[in-house]
C-alpha cells in the first residue's frame, strides 16, 4: 500500500470519526503550565479511540512536553487537538511512562510532526517486545480506526543514573524519569520537582481498581508507591482517573498494593492454599466502590499470590 494510499485513508477515517460525535480529549489545569487529560474509566473503544487512561502536557518556554501519546495514530492527532486548546506552541517532546498500548503507539504521529521521542531503556526495550501483540489485540476495540498506526519507539532511550533517575530540561522546566517496573517492565514515573507534580503512568489508579497482568509486579508496585511518597508530590496525574493528591492515591491504591503484598503475598510465602485464601478476603469494603472491583480484584489476588509464591 503507498504512502498515498494510507495518508487517504486515514482521512477517511478522521472524517468518520468526527462524524461520530465520539470522544473528544480535554486539558484540565493542575498547576501553572501544566495539564492534565482524563480519559474515561472504562474499555477501549471506538468511541474513545483507545484513549481511556490518563495523558497530560507541559508548557515550556520552547515547547510543549507531551506525557502519553495514545493507542493510535487518531488517538495522537485528539491528543494534540487536546493541546492546541491550549496552545499554538509544538510538541516538542513526547515521553512515554509506559509500554502499554495506549501509553505510547500514536508516538508515530508526533515525530511524524517534528517532536522528539523519549523513553527510558527497559520502557523501549518492553514496547518494542510487545508491539505487533498490542497491534493485534487493539484490533479487536478499534477495528479500521486503528490504520496508519504504526509502533515507534524511542531511537535514543536514556539510562538512569547512579540515583535511579533519568533528569531532562526543556526551557525552565526539569523532568525525573524513575522505573516504576509494577504494570508493564520499565514502566517509569515523571516528576516535576519544581510544581510538586508526578505523571504517575500505570502506578496509580484511582476512581477505579488497578490490573494486576501477568506482566505485573505486585511487589515493585508497593516499593514504588514508597518511593513516590517519598516525592511528597502537591498533586498527582494517576494512570487512570481523576487528577488527586497523595492521600486518595494512598487510599486507592498504595493501600491496595499493601493489602497484595503483606495480606496475600505473605499468604502464599507460608504456603496457605490459594483458595482459600483467595476465598477469605474475595470482599474488602475499603476497595468495593471502584470501578472494575468486581472484575479484576480476585485475579490480581490470583497474581499477587503467585508472584510470592515463586520467591
Known amino acids: 500500500m503507498t504512502i498515498y494510499r494510507v495518508l487517504f485513508l486515514v482521512a477517511c477515517l478522521i472524517a468518520s470519526s468526527l462524524a461520530r460525535a465520539d470522544y473528544q480529549p480535554k486539558a484540565e489545569p493542575v498547576t501553572d503550565n501544566v495539564y492534565g487529560i482524563v480519559g474515561p474509566l472504562g474499555q477501549r473503544s471506538q468511541e474513545n479511540d483507545g484513549l481511556n487512561a490518563n495523558y497530560g502536557f507541559v508548557v515550556t518556554s520552547e515547547g510543549v512536553v507531551l506525557i502519553d501519546s495514545g493507542a493510535s495514530r487518531i488517538g495522537a492527532m485528539k491528543l494534540a487537538a487536546a493541546v492546541r486548546a491550549v496552545t499554538e506552541k509544538p510538541v516538542r517532546w513526547v515521553i512515554n511512562t509506559g509500554s502499554q498500548d495506549h501509553r505510547w503507539l500514536g508516538n508515530a504521529y508526533f515525530a511524524s510532526q517534528g517532536a522528539e521521542i523519549i523513553?527510558?531503556?527497559?520502557?523501549?526495550?518492553?514496547?518494542?517486545?510487545?508491539?505487533?501483540?498490542?497491534?493485534?489485540?487493539?484490533?479487536?476495540?478499534?477495528?479500521?480506526?486503528?490504520?496508519?498506526?504504526?509502533?515507534?519507539?524511542?531511537?535514543?532511550?536514556?539510562?538512569?543514573?547512579?540515583?535511579?533517575?533519568?533528569?531532562?530540561?526543556?526551557?525552565?522546566?526539569?523532568?525525573?524519569?524513575?522505573?516504576?517496573?509494577?504494570?508493564?517492565?520499565?514502566?517509569?514515573?515523571?516528576?516535576?520537582?519544581?510544581?510538586?507534580?508526578?505523571?504517575?503512568?500505570?502506578?496509580?489508579?484511582?476512581?477505579?481498581?488497578?490490573?494486576?497482568?501477568?506482566?505485573?509486579?505486585?511487589?515493585?508496585g508497593q516499593s514504588s508507591f514508597l518511593a513516590l511518597k517519598g516525592l511528597q508530590p502537591k498533586h498527582i496525574v494517576p494512570g487512570h482517573g481523576r487528577v488527586c493528591d497523595l492521600a486518595q492515591a494512598q487510599r486507592e491504591t498504595g493501600d491496595y498494593f499493601d493489602f497484595l503484598a503483606n495480606t496475600i503475598g505473605k499468604a502464599a510465602k507460608e504456603m496457605e492454599p490459594m483458595d482459600e485464601v483467595l476465598s477469605k478476603h474475595a470482599d474488602l469494603p475499603a476497595f468495593r466502590h471502584l470501578e472494575n472491583y468486581q472484575d479484576l480484584h480476585r485475579a490480581n489476588m490470583n497474581r499477587a499470590f503467585t508472584e510470592f509464591e515463586s520467591q
Open 119 to 220: 523513553a527510558l531503556e527497559r520502557t523501549a526495550t518492553t514496547q518494542q517486545q510487545y508491539a505487533r501483540q498490542q497491534i493485534d489485540g487493539l484490533k479487536r476495540f478499534l477495528g479500521e480506526l486503528l490504520a496508519g498506526t504504526e509502533p515507534l519507539s524511542s531511537a535514543k532511550p536514556r539510562k538512569v543514573g547512579a540515583d535511579g533517575t533519568a533528569t531532562l530540561t526543556l526551557g525552565s522546566e526539569t523532568f525525573v524519569l524513575r522505573y516504576t517496573n509494577a504494570h508493564y517492565p520499565g514502566d517509569a514515573l515523571v516528576h516535576l520537582p519544581r510544581h510538586g507534580v508526578v505523571f504517575t503512568g500505570d502506578l496509580v489508579y484511582v476512581d477505579r481498581l488497578l490490573g494486576v497482568l501477568p506482566w505485573s509486579s505486585v511487589k515493585n
